[in-house]
């Protein structure tokens, strides 16, 4: 059976190149790039030439990108060390209602600690509420943190003109953008957009799981949240992971070569997707129209089908998609994001979201629609019995 993969934005596939890297760093040059000998060069010349790469891709310096384990990493270190080392110029951290857990949880780590949170809500489209957050940029906000894609619906905050408010009316802020849907699917610039720092997470660009980095503007106030032998300048010390490092640093490159193309073949899948799923009776598509929203991400309710069992049945079918956030998947509360838009309860308990990447096609979309016009009859039958 043919498998069709549609949840990319829980995690790629590894590319053939990043993969290889990381197999002959493994295997062949594995040494400490804090070594002295002729391994430990070696090593960390692979580690400075990722750094490269991924900062031609911000068009940032390459001491301003920060190696982590991932985006969860990337978006505590943020929010925490930002916060913490920013205390005595204020006490209010501004973000949004449907933030994903990995700056949402931190975030409440922080209310804990005596932090003021401020959580601009959204329209039932996801868009931010602009008003509302002006209302809220006073000289008290000492870091923002609003995700550029959001990870569930695809919906898109408007980034340029979050940072040109900021600049007009909380200048000595820090604003921190969860780039990790974003990245890879949109040109970002983060000294034009005035953001200061900025979480990527490589497996959701075919880099290998466990990878991802933190951009750190030179003029942004951070604290470090892990302390040892002072590597990557005393700001994340711990040995480097090389052969993650080298195989990101490929995932980063390839994702912006050809990028134009695969943005607009990304597009073009999901606009085949979603006016296939506008002929299905009692569904409700989430999230913004058109281009407006991200290329790649399609959130529907399936009314009367319950998404655990819609999931599983495509799955049967060789389809894999998601009923939500990979990493809320096994919680039983209602989605943050469908919350914040104001989805019923009923969309709530039928909503699965489908991710492409390039490597998908218009054929798989067609398989997939077909497959639910078959299933979900039988489904919304046995739902209501």
């Known amino acids: 059976m043919k498998e069709i993969y549609f949840d990319n934005s829980s995690t790629t596939i590894v590319s053939p190149e990043a993969a290889r ?50 985006g969860s990493e990337s978006n505590n270190w943020a929010l925490i060390g930002g916060a913490l080392a920013n205390r005595r110029a204020g006490n209010t951290i501004l973000t ?7 700056v949402s949880e931190p975030l409440k780590f922080l209310e804990s600690q005596g932090f003021h ?16 957050l002006r209302e809220k940029m006073t000289e008290d906000v000492i870091l923002m943190s609003f995700m550029y894609v959001n990870n569930e619906i695809g919906a898109v905050n408007p980034i340029e003109e979050i940072g040109k408010m900021k600049t007009e009316l909380c200048p000595k802020a820090l604003f921190h953008v969860d780039a990790i849907q974003a990245y890879g699917k949109y040109r970002i610039c983060p000294k034009e957009l005035k953001i200061d720092l900025l ?31 002072g590597q990557q300048g005393g700001m994340r010390s711990g040995t480097e992971n090389v052969p993650g490092a080298a195989g990101l640093g490929v995932a980063c490159e390839e994702a912006y070569t050809d990028f134009e193309e695969n943005v607009a ?5 999901r606009a085949r997707l979603v006016a296939g799923l506008r002929e299905i009776p009692d569904t409700v598509i989430h999230g913004m129209p058109g281009d407006e929203g991200a290329p790649h991400i399609v959130n529907a309710a399936f009314l009367g089908a319950g998404s655990e069992v819609l999931l599983h049945t495509l799955e ?35 909503s699965v979201r489908f991710s492409f990447s390039e490597l998908n096609t218009e054929e798989e979309v067609d398989e997939a629609l077909a497959v639910l016009r078959e299933v979900l009859p039988v489904l919304r039958r046995y739902r209501r019995k």
């Open 316 to 350: 049967d079918r060789g389809i894999y998609i998601s009923a939500g956030s990979a990493c809320s998947t096994h919680k039983r509360a209602g989605s943050p994001t469908l919350t914040a838009i104001g989805a019923s309860k009923a969309e709530m308990e039928s």
């Open 96 to 102: 949004s209602a449907f933030e994903h857990p990995a």
């Open 117 to 132: 949170i401020e959580r601009i809500p959204v329209d039932r489209e996801g868009r931010l509420r602009l008003d509302v």
């Open 199 to 229: 979480s990527v997470s490589g497996h959701k660009l075919h880099g290998p799981k466990g990878t991802g980095f933190l951009y750190k503007a030179e003029s942004a106030k951070l604290l470090p949240l892990i302390y040892g032998g």
């Open 265 to 269: 073949y990304l597009r073009k899948l």
């Open 21 to 70: 890297i990381v197999m002959k760093v493994m295997t062949e040059d594995y040494g400490n790039p804090s070594s002295m000998h002729l391994k430990g060069v070696a090593a960390e010349k692979y580690v400075r030439e990722a750094r490269v790469k991924i900062a031609k891709t911000l068009r940032a310096k390459e001491n301003e990108i920060y190696f982590t384990s991932g």
